[in-house]
């Protein structure tokens, strides 16, 4: 077994250390030359999280599902980027054997804020390296903290739209004039869609151009689980929308990436640097689901109306909007109750 060239680190005397190491591993029935060889054979976290993806994802879960596990390895810089970036780019050129408890928790911890993303990445960063073969004791998510998810329904106010509206605006604007804080028609096109179809940021970066029916005013997402496409319908807005956004050839996705053939992929950053200019800081790309779906309920439209619109597989899902569905009925209930109330000529205490 070759320790190594001549020179440092290996003088004679450090050679000589590592010589007697190795006459000790031999001694105890471990074959150093075997070890190092088998491990020339181990997987970093990039190429086991894309093979993961390719053997294990592909096969068995919803393209929606997928797409999701490839934004966020993406955004992550663990795979599918030429050029990682973020904190994950370390851990993800380590070999799978070799990343530590301590390494994830220290990646998981630094996304304590967002906990269900905190979460996410956990649950993506667990299932691969099971399947990388490090299962039980030895996945180093076993052990990490995970998060309380805090839900909440933040849906944006007219007064907040409008300002939305005029940060995207001004972006625009600063692109077409190549002025600093500009933002791509891409990306000003996509916040724009997500608002006006009600769509999950996931589904809506991943689209293809084929997907879109612009007669039908339809866009048909591929559900090869459920049996039958999930349909979003377009109005006139986001038609003009579609229409706007730059094509490019040999590129099938609606909203086209920075890479040759590739959709676009972080909508994040833009995102906060739009929504700071629009003073909404606490605002989600998934709010703006929220907000299309909170509209359709105050417009007093039925829940499987709105969970349709969605595209909701379980009723259930559909009840947290409930009592926006049920405001307008607020004022009606009440000025029939003061009707009532005068008939008795009763009123109530301090009126």
Request: glycine share 8%.
């Given at each position: ?37 088998a491990a020339r ?72 804020g967002t906990p ?213 009925l607020r004022g ?20």
């Amino acid at each position: 077994m070759v320790i190594g060239e001549h020179g440092q680190p290996w003088t004679a005397d450090t050679a000589r250390d590592r010589a007697h190491q190795l006459q000790g591993l031999v001694a105890s029935g471990i074959d150093p030359a075997a070890t190092r060889e088998a491990a020339r054979g181990v997987p970093t976290l990039e190429v086991a999280a894309t093979r993961w993806i390719r053997e294990h994802a592909e096969p068995h879960k919803a393209p929606a599902s997928i797409d999701g596990d490839k934004l966020m390895l993406a955004r992550f810089g663990i795979a599918f980027v030429d050029r990682p970036r973020g904190e994950l780019k370390d851990l993800g050129r380590t070999r799978v054997d070799a990343v530590t408890r301590e390494q994830v928790a220290a990646v998981i911890g630094r996304h304590k804020g967002t906990p269900i993303q905190a979460n996410r990445l956990h649950a993506l960063l667990s299932a691969i390296f099971n399947w990388a073969g490090r299962v039980g004791a030895d996945n180093p998510c076993r052990g990490v903290r995970r998060y309380r998810e805090n839900k909440r329904d933040r849906f944006l106010s007219d007064v907040e739209l409008a300002r939305l509206g005029k940060a995207l605006l001004e972006v625009e604007r600063l692109n077409e004039h190549r002025k600093p804080g500009g933002e791509s028609p891409i990306t000003v096109g996509a916040i724009r869609l997500l608002l006006l179809s009600g769509a999950r940021p996931a589904e809506l970066l991943t689209a293809r151009l084929a997907w879109v029916d612009l007669k039908a005013m339809t866009l048909r997402i591929p559900q090869p689980k459920e049996g039958r496409p999930k349909v979003l319908r377009l109005i006139p807005e986001s038609k003009l929308v579609i229409m706007s956004l730059p094509r490019y050839k040999d590129n099938p996705y609606l909203l086209p990436g920075h890479r040759r053939g590739q959709h676009l992929v972080n909508l994040h950053d833009a995102w906060d640097r739009i929504r700071a200019r629009a003073g909404l800081q606490d605002v989600r790309l998934y709010d703006l689901r929220h907000t299309y779906a909170s509209i359709v309920a105050r417009m007093r439209e039925s829940l499987p109306i709105i969970g349709a619109l969605l595209g909701h597989r379980r009723p259930e899902t559909t009840l947290r909007y409930v009592h926006l569905a049920d405001d307008p009925l607020r004022g009606v209930a009440e000025r029939a109750g003061r009707k009532i109330a005068a008939a008795l000529r009763w009123k109530p205490p301090g009126a």
